[in-house]
């Protein structure tokens, strides 16, 4: 089965920078697209980012965009998520995800219902 292992996070304070990390086995790595989601203790699972199964395309959700960029190396098979400039309201558990997709260039989904395959999350506070 895919199996998907986060790292990275980390205790920091606002404005600082952090870079999680998933690697990926038990799967053609180059055939999934790949997608960082968060949740905050009490609040829904929230998109972040998400990258096309050959790095061709990425997407963010609205509150980190400009600050968080999504890249992939499918030799390493690891999917990366740089957060820059982070704020308290960044707080939460970051789990990445990962869906087949059905041919290169198609957009992968933006919601966590889409993705089958996750890791356990790694935890990301960011204090004031």
């Known amino acids: 089965q895919v199996q998907l292992v986060e790292s990275g996070g980390g205790l920091v304070q606002a404005g600082a920078s952090l870079r999680l990390s998933c690697a990926a086995s038990r799967l053609t790595f180059n055939n999934y697209a790949m997608a960082w989601f968060r949740q905050a203790p009490g609040k829904e699972r929230e998109f972040v980012a998400a990258?096309?199964?050959?790095?061709?395309?990425?997407y963010y959700g609205d509150s980190v965009k400009g600050r968080f960029a999504i890249a992939r190396d499918n030799g390493k098979m690891i999917v990366y998520l740089q957060m820059n400039s982070l704020k308290p309201e960044d707080t939460a558990v970051y789990y990445c995800?990962?869906?087949?997709?059905?041919?290169?260039?198609?957009?992968?989904?933006?919601?966590?219902?889409?993705?089958?395959?996750w890791g356990q999350g790694t935890q990301v506070t960011v204090s004031s």
């Open positions: 995800a990962a869906v087949r997709s059905p041919r290169y260039g198609s957009r992968p989904p933006n919601e966590d219902s889409g993705y089958p395959y």
């Open positions: 990258i096309s199964s050959l790095g061709s395309l990425s």
